[in-house]
């Protein structure tokens, strides 16, 4: 299965016939259903929460199923920055260090959330490390695993321990 992003509140899903066959299904036998579990499982396994319609295109030949569905935009942003170097740099930056971030310590690197909307620091930060905002599952791993370093105001936090 592909998900594929169309502009900022859309996906396309495209469910191949190797796929249905996969799950024991074909493209004639498929019911509405069925594409419609198989839709919420892929974009449960994805970390992509549905938001608003679904619209299922199913293809009786051997072309497969081709869903379009509304979806959530995450509630936060997350970047991973390898050494404490490099995310003390991103902290000095900002010009305006945002009193909602939050950092946390896995898998030996630092994470820095960001609530979305915050573009302008997001921008800044992904010259420093790497977004990780599309990857599956991360905030829920991040509350499981994670450690917490500080909760809010994460990047004024960095500033006062390593000033410019």
């Known amino acids: 299965m592909t998900i594929q992003p169309i502009g900022s509140a859309s996906v396309a899903l495209y469910i191949t ?8 299904l074909t493209s004639a036998g498929l019911t509405l259903e069925q594409a419609l579990e ?7 396994q994805a970390g992509i929460d549905l938001e608003g319609a679904i ?8 072309c497969g199923v081709l869903v379009f569905a509304h979806v959530r935009a995450p509630e936060r942003c997350w970047f991973s920055f390898g050494s404490l170097e490099d995310l003390a740099a991103a902290a000095r930056a900002l010009s305006d260090p ?7 310590w896995w898998e030996d690197r630092w994470w820095l959330s960001l609530p979305t909307g ?8 992904s010259e420093f490390g790497r977004s990780e905002t599309h990857r599956p599952h991360l905030a ?3 509350a499981e695993h994670g450690r917490t370093v500080l ?14």
Do not use: C
């Open 140 to 142: 829920a791993s991040l």
């Open 98 to 104: 945002r009193p909602d971030a939050a950092l946390l």
């Open 55 to 62: 619209e299922i295109e199913a293809y009786p030949e051997s």
């Open 17 to 24: 016939p190797a796929d249905l066959k996969e799950h024991g």
């Open 151 to 164: 909760s809010s105001d994460a990047l004024t936090g960095l500033l006062t321990y390593f000033p410019v």
């Open 38 to 44: 198989l839709t919420r499982t892929a974009f449960r």
């Open 118 to 125: 915050a573009e302008q620091a997001a921008a800044r930060l």
